[in-house]
Structure formats: structure tokens, C-alpha cells
């Protein structure tokens, strides 16, 4: 079945060490998501790819990068988790077109990072 | 900015009977969409049911509805005929199409509903 994956599912981190999220779809849809869901609280997109461009949001913190090496895979690397890093991290990913109604988004299930 | 307020943190319902849930907007622009978007415990977010701004009849699909109020900037959920599978945290979501736009999902902080049996 054509879907979101997402890896790992759980990741603990130490303080300040690099990690790295991952996602991968199977729907070849041309933009894909980042959220950041801190708990009791709605996701909030952190930044997005159309196609090969990268979109960052204003308010996302420069802890957090992205890279997309095709089309299937998008990664999360937060270089200096901090304690206010441990959330659940949500891939999504939609098929869009300019002047088109937006597609429905697809979400991943989630990867659950502790930072201790 | 876009702002999305869901008033009702939590609510329970009854098996096989009807529920609403509550969200209210804020944005000047004119060009936009609204979702109500379901994660149940443990599993992936998924799309419930979705109104483009310019239509004026209410979307619906299934036993779910939605009462679009455009000028009060309302966007209301209706679960007909509740089932245990729809205990899940909702969430209403507004994405906005005119200049600027980004496909940017801005959402609420979620109703976490309970169906009993």
C-alpha cells in the first residue's frame, strides 16, 4: 500500500548530540512536510519542500535543517537538541499544483524523540 | 496570521449518537480551506472532511458534517450515528489559497473525543 513511513518511530537522544529523523513515501507526491507536536498541543509545520525547494517557516529555529536527496525521502536533522526539542516529529506529504485545490496531506506516524 | 481556536479540549459521547465539535477562525483573507483532520491513539493523522471557503453548501461525507458559517468564521463538526472507532483526537485545520499561499495546514489545539459504549 502506497504510504508515509516513518523512522525510527521512537529516537532518544542526549542533550546537544546530532540527530537525524526520517521519511520516506511511497505516493510520488511533490511536496513534503515537517510538524513539530509538542504534547496537548496542535502540530505546527516547522518547513516544507515543493519539489526541490525548500520553504522555511519564519519561526522555525535554525536547530532545525532539512534535506530532501529525491523524491521518496526527506530527512530531519536537529544539530543541538535541546531539552524543548522532545516532541513527536509528523512527516506529511500532498500532491500540488499551481492554481489547483490543495491535496489532501498524508502524515506519517510519527517519530517520538526524547532528549535527555 | 491565521489563528484556529478549538474551545473544547475534551468531550465524550455515547455510542451511536450525535456530537459536534467547535472551531472558530481568524483570517482577512478570502481564498482559503478548512479540514478536520482525526488521530486516533497511537496511529497516523488522517483526513476526516474538508470546505473550500467559496462554496456555501456545507461538505459532508458519511456520518460526518460540517456547519460552515463563513461571516462568524465557523467551521463546526458533526458525528452522526458515533462509533467506538471515532474516539480520537480532532483536529480543525485552516490552510489559506490566496497570495502568499504556502499549503501551510495552521490547526487548532484539538478536541479529544471519547465514544462510549
Known amino acids: 500500500d502506497a504510504m508515509v513511513i516513518q523512522n525510527p518511530r521512537y529516537q532518544v537522544t542526549q542533550f546537544g548530540k546530532p540527530v537525524t529523523l526520517s521519511c520516506s513515501q511511497t505516493l510520488n507526491h511533490n511536496v513534503m512536510y515537517w510538524y513539530q507536536q509538542k504534547s496537548s498541543q496542535a502540530p505546527k509545520l516547522l518547513f516544507h519542500y515543493y519539489d526541490k525547494d525548500f520553504n522555511n517557516e519564519a519561526d522555525t529555529p535554525d536547530n532545525f535543517q532539512s534535506r530532501r536527496p529525491n523524491t521518496s525521502f526527506c530527512f530531519l536533522d536537529i544539530r543541538s537538541p535541546g531539552l524543548g526539542d522532545a516532541a513527536m516529529y509528523l512527516c506529511?506529504?500532498?500532491?500540488?499544483?499551481?492554481?489547483?485545490?490543495?491535496?489532501?496531506?498524508?502524515f506519517g506516524p510519527g517519530t517520538r524523540l526524547t532528549v535527555l | 496570521a491565521q489563528t484556529v481556536t478549538q474551545s473544547q479540549p475534551e468531550m465524550s459521547v455515547q455510542e451511536a449518537e450525535t456530537v459536534t465539535l467547535s472551531c472558530t477562525y481568524d483570517t482577512s483573507e478570502n481564498n482559503y480551506y478548512l479540514f478536520w483532520y482525526k488521530q486516533p491513539p497511537s496511529r497516523q493523522m488522517i483526513l476526516v472532511i474538508r470546505?473550500?471557503?467559496?462554496?456555501?453548501q456545507n461538505a459532508t461525507e458519511n456520518r460526518f458534517s460540517v456547519n460552515f458559517q463563513k461571516a462568524a468564521k465557523s467551521f463546526s463538526l458533526k458525528i452522526s450515528d458515533s462509533q467506538l472507532g471515532d474516539t480520537a483526537m480532532y483536529f480543525c485545520a485552516f490552510m489559506n489559497r490566496g497570495r502568499g499561499s504556502n499549503y501551510k495546514l495552521t490547526f487548532g489545539k484539538g478536541t479529544l473525543l471519547t465514544v462510549n459504549p
Open positions: 470546505q473550500e471557503a467559496y462554496k456555501q
Open positions: 506529511a506529504t500532498s500532491r500540488e499544483g499551481a492554481g489547483t485545490a490543495p491535496d489532501e496531506q498524508f
